[in-house]
């Protein structure tokens, strides 16, 4: 009786399948610490989520990643739901997120803080740019 021999590609793909098949690696919530993380042109996100004995790399696409109320960053400590599963041509697995969730203060709280500082850090909320209201408006505007 003859082995079958494996390519490369079909391991990769056998193991895809067994792991899109378990029902716990599907809608999965992992928390960990943020590392390695970068948002690339095309709007997804990748990186790694750890703890102190493990790592796993994680990847959130841009349709996931636009549904984001704050800015993740290196050494945040997240709430992640998605599945696992092997990007076959690499071989190599990952969690594919749907969602994040910042641990301790609420998104919300966290976004509104980020951008606070972020308009800060660009003068915004200097005196020196600040000009007088007129005393008699000609138009009012309501955003």
Same mark, same amino acid.
């Given at each position: 009786?003859?082995? !079958?021999? #494996?390519?490369?590609?079909?391991?990769?793909?056998?193991? &895809? @399948? @067994? @792991?899109?098949?378990?029902?716990? $690696?599907?809608? %999965? *919530?992992?928390?960990?610490?943020?590392?390695?993380?970068?948002?690339?042109?095309?709007? !997804? !996100?990748? #990186?790694?989520? &750890?703890?102190?004995?493990?790592? %796993?790399? *994680?990847?959130? =696409?841009?349709?996931?990643?636009? /549904?984001?109320? #704050?800015?993740?960053?290196?050494?945040?400590?997240?709430?992640?739901?998605?599945?696992?599963?092997? =990007? +076959? /041509?690499?071989?190599?697995?990952?969690?594919? *997120?749907?969602?994040?969730? +910042?641990?301790?203060?609420?998104?919300?709280?966290?976004? #509104?803080?980020? $951008?606070?500082?972020?308009?800060?850090?660009?003068? @915004?909320?200097?005196?020196? !740019? &600040?000009?007088?209201? +007129? /005393? =008699?408006?000609?138009?009012?505007?309501?955003?």
């Amino acid at each position: 009786m003859e082995r !079958h021999i #494996f390519s490369v590609t079909e391991v990769n793909e056998l193991v &895809k @399948l @067994l @792991l899109d098949n378990e029902p716990m $690696l599907s809608g %999965i *919530c992992v928390r960990g610490e943020i590392s390695n993380y970068k948002m690339y042109p095309s709007g !997804h !996100h990748y #990186f790694s989520l &750890k703890d102190p004995t493990g790592a %796993i790399r *994680c990847v959130m =696409f841009k349709g996931q990643a636009l /549904r984001l109320r #704050f800015r993740p960053e290196n050494g945040m400590k997240v709430l992640v739901t998605g599945r696992v599963s092997v =990007f +076959p /041509r690499d071989g190599a697995y990952q969690l594919y *997120c749907d969602t994040m969730t +910042p641990e301790g203060a609420g998104d919300l709280a966290l976004a #509104f803080e980020q $951008l606070k500082e972020q308009l800060y850090k660009e003068g @915004l909320f200097d005196e020196a !740019h &600040k000009k007088p209201l +007129p /005393r =008699f408006p000609e138009r009012i505007a309501v955003v």
